[in-house]
């Protein structure tokens, strides 16, 4: 199942003056904070080692999900707690992307931008999220926990 793809993003209203890069910049901070919580299906670090270990490093995610991931983040790119908790994440009746565009559109400012797709892919950012998807995989986490307890 898709998650999340750069076409849904270029079809309409993208700004003309950004390149394509940019509708994959919130996919590649999510992608890159999993690939480091270990969120990810083990695949990926057998086909690419070596941009799976620059990801660790820090480098952009949203290179790697253009270069290797044809645009986009499927639910087969996850293991299964990864899979269960990016379900839980981006669960949203109406546009798919749940908690996780409030918490990036919130911590980011995004309104405050020209648009949603000027959000600078800097390492700032990706530490800034990367507090905000902690937070949220925990709370995730502990409700787990209590739901099995009752």
Do not use: C
Not at 54 to 83: P, Q
Not at 111 to 122: C, G, I, K, N, Q
């Amino acid at each position: 199942m898709v998650l999340d793809h750069i076409a849904f993003h270029t079809e309409e209203d993208f700004p003309s003056d950004l390149s394509a890069e940019h509708a994959a910049t919130h996919m590649g901070y999510y992608w890159s904070w999993a690939v480091r919580r270990a969120l990810v299906n083990d695949a990926w670090f057998d086909a690419e080692a070596a941009d799976m270990d620059a990801l660790m490093r820090g480098e952009s995610g949203a290179r790697f999900v253009l270069t290797h991931m044809a645009g986009g983040l499927e639910d087969t790119d996850f293991n299964k707690e990864g899979r269960l908790f990016v379900l839980f994440y981006y669960d949203d009746d109406d546009e798919g992307y749940g908690r996780f565009m409030e918490d990036y559109v919130n911590t980011l400012n995004t309104p405050a931008l020209p648009s949603f797709y000027h959000v600078a892919d800097t390492p700032e950012n990706q530490a800034l999220l990367d507090g905000v998807f902690d937070g949220a995989l925990m709370q995730w986490r502990s409700s787990m926990v209590a739901g099995k307890k009752e």
